[in-house]
């Protein structure tokens, strides 16, 4: 990782010089010698806006803050729950994003001061910017479902961030004993990725009928309607029938609150003792947005859709789960194609030309079984101050035989190869 540092003392001189040349110039004469970019957050939204932004104008001084020495992504991770992929194909460091030429910060940006125009990361050290691009994804909300915080989530996990937490589920299930009841309380809208729970539930479905047939999967979810909902319910009979119950909001689906030392999810309707309890808490933008004051009070960030410009704060972008993104659901393909349209958005500023209107894509598999996938792509366009669907888009067809499904379970794994490529590799 010789691309990679912590930032210093010397950062913190440089950062100041930088801060004082940046007030010193006119803004645009300054975009035109080497604006300086910073990012907050190397996942799928950050790493491909710095990566964008470096290959549109080399002379672009961009960096990237990202804690975590090695990303491991949430696509696919529902495999990695189901023993069916090993969690090092999830795993991605940020080496070729140093060798293309972008500083990576191994840091916590802690505060950000708008006015100023600098950033303070968690060792206190300071960096300035002259555009600010916030792709911090999510947080967990651990103070919406009482009973459920961050000691709840090492006995419940919700394996909604990728990694140990992934392990920890997957530990769980092999643990359980056969007979055992598997529930997953699902939050309601606007969530990260919202067909994920019923695409990990069919795959931890897939695990115990191999392994652990008297078992079941059972889910409490706060809404009556999901994505792709169809489709998933018509796999589950071909599938799994009978392994898979849900309860719907309607019908009091609803987690109001949990008891981490009895294993129980409370719902509206009753009381569900699980053998092993995934418990999915309700979401709001990563806590560095909220911080900055880049959040409103729905929790996500307000953005102009042309350009991911802050409503809120000046010289400001956010892209990603982070965002308000109108129509656009919270996926790593949308946080990619947020990325690379933002970097295009804030070139295009600083070189005093107007923004192109960005057409966004966004495709989303869901893996229901080895070889088994369906698909729903979106096309995504500025509308009346937010981004809306526009036509093009399409589902995968209800009625489609197997050599369908077994074809978009390959092209997923191709999706997934070449969206962490041109991310990461
Ligand atoms: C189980 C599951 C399955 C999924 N499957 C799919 C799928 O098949 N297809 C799909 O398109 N999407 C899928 N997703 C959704 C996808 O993972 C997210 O939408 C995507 O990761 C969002 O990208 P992002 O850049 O906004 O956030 P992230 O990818 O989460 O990246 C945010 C980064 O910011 C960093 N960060 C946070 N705060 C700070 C800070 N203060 N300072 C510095 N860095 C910070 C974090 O460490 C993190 O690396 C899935 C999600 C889940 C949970």
Same mark, same amino acid.
């Given at each position: 990782?010789?691309?990679?540092?912590?930032?210093?003392?010397?950062? &913190?001189? @440089?950062?100041? !010089?930088?801060?004082?040349?940046? #007030? +010193?110039?006119?803004? =645009?004469?300054? *975009?035109?010698?080497?604006?300086?970019i910073v990012v907050v957050?190397?996942?799928?939204?950050?790493?491909?806006?710095?990566?964008?932004?470096?290959?549109?104008?080399?002379?672009?001084?961009?960096?990237?803050?990202?804690?975590?020495?090695?990303?491991?992504?949430?696509?696919?991770?529902?495999?990695?729950?189901?023993?069916?992929?090993?969690?090092?194909?999830?795993?991605?460091?940020?080496?070729?994003?140093?060798?293309?030429?972008?500083?990576?910060?191994?840091?916590?940006?802690?505060?950000?001061?708008?006015? &100023?125009? @600098?950033?303070? !990361?968690?060792?206190?050290?300071? #960096? +300035?910017?002259?555009? =600010?691009?916030? *792709?911090?994804?999510?947080?967990?909300?651990?103070?919406?479902?009482?009973?459920?915080?961050?000691?709840?989530?090492?006995?419940?996990?919700?394996?909604?961030?990728?990694?140990?937490?992934?392990?920890?589920?997957?530990?769980?299930?092999?643990?359980?004993?056969?007979?055992?009841?598997?529930?997953?309380?699902?939050?309601?809208?606007?969530?990260?990725?919202?067909?994920?729970?019923?695409?990990?539930?069919?795959?931890?479905?897939?695990?115990?009928?191999?392994?652990?047939?008297?078992?079941?999967?059972?889910?409490?979810?706060?809404?009556?309607?999901f994505s792709q909902q169809? #489709?998933?319910?018509?796999?589950?009979?071909?599938?799994?029938?009978?392994?898979?119950?849900?309860?719907?909001?309607?019908?009091?689906?609803?987690?109001?609150?949990?008891?981490?030392?009895?294993?129980?999810?409370?719902?509206?309707?009753?009381?569900?003792?699980?053998?092993?309890?995934?418990?999915?808490?309700?979401?709001?933008?990563?806590?560095?947005?909220?911080?900055?004051?880049?959040?409103?009070?729905?929790?996500?960030?307000?953005?102009?859709?042309?350009?991911?410009?802050?409503?809120?704060?000046?010289?400001?972008?956010?892209?990603?789960?982070?965002?308000?993104?109108?129509?656009?659901?919270?996926?790593?393909?949308?946080?990619?194609?947020?990325?690379?349209?933002?970097?295009?958005?804030?070139?295009?500023?600083?070189?005093?030309?107007?923004?192109?209107?960005?057409?966004?894509?966004?495709?989303?598999?869901?893996?229901?079984?080895?070889?088994?996938?369906?698909?729903?792509?979106?096309?995504?366009?500025?509308?009346?101050?937010?981004?809306?669907?526009?036509?093009?888009?399409?589902?995968?067809?209800?009625?489609?035989?197997?050599?369908?499904?077994?074809?978009?379970?390959?092209?997923?794994?191709?999706?997934?190869?070449?969206?962490?490529?041109?991310?990461?590799?």
């Open positions: 990782m010789d691309g990679l540092r912590q930032v210093g003392r010397r950062d &913190a001189v @440089r950062g100041a !010089l930088v801060l004082a040349a940046s #007030l +010193a110039l006119p803004s =645009l004469a300054r *975009a035109q010698a080497s604006a300086r957050g190397g996942g799928f939204g950050g790493a491909a806006c710095a990566r964008t932004l470096k290959r549109l104008d080399d002379k672009l001084q961009v960096t990237l803050i990202e804690p975590s020495r090695i990303f491991t992504a949430c696509p696919f991770s529902n495999e990695v729950i189901a023993g069916l992929r090993d969690i090092g194909a999830q795993q991605f460091g940020y080496d070729r994003i140093a060798a293309a030429g972008i500083e990576v910060v191994a840091q916590v940006a802690a505060k950000v001061d708008p006015q &100023a125009h @600098r950033i303070t !990361l968690a060792d206190s050290s300071g #960096l +300035a910017y002259d555009r =600010l691009v916030l *792709a911090p994804g999510i947080e967990l909300r651990f103070d919406a479902l009482p009973g459920y915080d961050e000691a709840a989530a090492q006995k419940m996990p919700h394996a909604w961030q990728a990694g140990e937490q992934t392990l920890l589920l997957r530990r769980q299930l092999e643990a359980m004993e056969d007979g055992g009841v598997v529930a997953i309380a699902v939050p309601a809208n606007p969530l990260r990725c919202p067909p994920a729970p019923y695409e990990r539930a069919s795959l931890i479905a897939h695990y115990l009928k191999q392994r652990k047939p008297r078992s079941k999967v059972l889910i409490l979810d706060a809404k009556d309607n169809r #489709l998933f319910e018509a796999a589950w009979h071909e599938l799994y029938d009978g392994m898979i119950e849900r309860v719907s909001l309607s019908n009091g689906g609803r987690v109001t609150s949990v008891d981490p030392n009895t294993n129980t999810i409370i719902t509206e309707f009753g009381d569900h003792v699980a053998q092993v309890a995934n418990v999915i808490p309700p979401q709001r933008a990563g806590r560095i947005a909220q911080v900055a004051g880049a959040t409103d009070k729905t929790g996500w960030c307000p953005i102009d859709p042309m350009t991911f410009a802050s409503k809120l704060l000046p010289d400001v972008h956010v892209i990603g789960d982070a965002c308000l993104g109108g129509g656009i659901p919270k996926s790593a393909s949308a946080a990619g194609a947020q990325g690379k349209a933002c970097a295009n958005a804030i070139v295009n500023n600083l070189s005093g030309k107007a923004p192109e209107t960005p057409r966004l894509t966004g495709i989303c598999y869901d893996t229901v079984a080895p070889g088994y996938a369906f698909s729903l792509a979106g096309l995504y366009q500025p509308k009346d101050d937010i981004f809306a669907e526009v036509e093009g888009g399409g589902t995968s067809a209800l009625d489609a035989p197997r050599e369908v499904r077994a074809h978009e379970a390959e092209a997923a794994q191709n999706w997934y190869r070449i969206i962490t490529g041109e991310t990461f590799g």
